[in-house]
């Protein structure tokens, strides 16, 4: 259940309650696609760090290990020990961009897989089974996601489509958690909002779906190639259909200033590969804008990626050192890298939840912002 506890101009202030825990919102769900977060970071490295929710995916987890392994593990939470609320998203998105040659059909998918080429086929009563399987907090409907850029016949008939595949995931869902088998009897569904950049056929869309009474709704389709202001536009004209006694996610976004900017325009869940491929690749976020710690000026560096910060990483060691662990390709550069990010995004959500408890969100996005883009390396 959502609630909404403050308003601070288009700004949220809520918390979920799940059969996990509670969510405070705005939030950041980490990303640990397979069950785990690229880089070498435990679960205990996670908790550390303020994650509130992690997020992981059922075509990955479907293909490896199976769905039907991680039921008989006890479920996901049990498995990867985190005892926390997990989301996993439907696989529509992947089905769409990961898998090879795929036929779409009224009853769902047909594909390869993309790591053996085995024939899958996944439609909204798969999607829901395996989410069910993973028993997951939060499941995604399984929707169509097409380019942004698609033809405008086509993004119709997608989300009309989409539409369809979300009646049937919410019948399934409803079946499966009345299972006595059933891990997660309390599961919860969101519904996805498509419609590329056409904002006529976005409300429209959304205008049908708030009327199913979903556990929440998410806007998806976005930062798969249009322009940032774009996607600020399609916020802007949607998000004031979606129910407000509803938790809004936006899905794969983003760089800290995307999330402060879909704070700004009512969003509560946010994730992204962001903070974890970043950090893989010597990039560390700090509150001066993002750094290269491959570049040469860092090898005698002895200060922390970022002062005053209180990350594992930052607590203990040198930018000089952690430099050194990426060009030895050291797992643990992986490990330092990927925990500072994340506990620096974990932060500035706190950070963005005090602001609007404090009625003082712009001034905060503002300084945020402009500290960000004064460092930019």
Not at 280 to 302: C, F, Q, S, V
Request: proline share 3%; charged share 25%; net charge neutral.
């Amino acid at each position: 259940m959502y609630k909404l506890l403050k308003k601070d101009g288009n700004a949220r202030r809520g918390e979920l309650t799940t059969v996990h825990g509670t969510v405070q919102t705005p939030v950041f769900m980490n990303v640990g696609t397979v069950g785990a977060i690229k880089g070498a970071v435990s679960t205990e490295d996670l908790e550390s760090i303020g994650t509130q929710i992690e997020l992981s995916n059922t075509y990955h987890l479907h293909v490896r290990p199976g769905d039907e392994v991680i039921k008989k593990m006890g479920g996901l939470h049990k498995f990867m020990s985190w005892n926390k609320p997990i989301l996993t998203d439907s696989g529509g998105f992947q089905v769409f961009s990961l898998a090879g040659l795929r036929k779409i059909k009224e009853e769902g998918v047909y594909f390869n897989s993309h790591i053996d080429g085995r024939k899958i086929f996944m439609g909204p009563e798969q999607s829901m089974q395996i989410q069910s399987n993973i028993a997951s907090t939060i499941a995604m409907a399984f929707d169509e996601c097409p380019s942004s850029v698609a033809e405008r016949s086509y993004i119709e008939a997608s989300v009309a489509r989409t539409t369809r595949w979300l009646k049937r995931c919410k019948d399934e869902m409803a079946r499966l958690n009345a299972l006595p088998d059933t891990i997660n009897k309390h599961q919860m569904l969101f519904g996805i909002n498509q419609g590329g950049v056409y904002s006529d056929i976005r409300i429209e869309h959304a205008k049908v779906i708030r009327e199913m009474d979903l556990d929440g709704y998410a806007v998806g389709g976005l930062a798969v190639g249009e322009s940032h202001e774009e996607m600020y536009r399609v916020l802007d004209d949607v998000v004031p259909y979606l129910p407000e006694d509803k938790p809004i996610y936006l899905m794969g976004v983003g760089t800290p200033e995307n999330i402060l900017e879909g704070v700004d325009r009512g969003v509560d869940f946010f994730d992204c590969v962001y903070p974890a491929r970043n950090g893989r690749h010597g990039n560390a976020y700090t509150n001066h804008g993002k750094m290269n710690l491959l570049n040469a000026k860092y090898e005698l560096d002895d200060r922390p990626i970022e002062e005053g910060c209180q990350c594992p990483a930052c607590r203990r060691y040198s930018r000089a050192y952690i430099r050194h662990l990426l060009k030895a390709k050291e797992m643990l550069a992986l490990r330092l890298m990927v925990t500072h990010n994340l506990y620096f995004y974990n932060t500035m959500m706190s950070e963005i939840r005090d602001a609007i408890d404090a009625d003082r969100f712009k001034e905060y996005k503002k300084a945020k912002i402009e500290g960000m883009r004064a460092g930019e390396e």
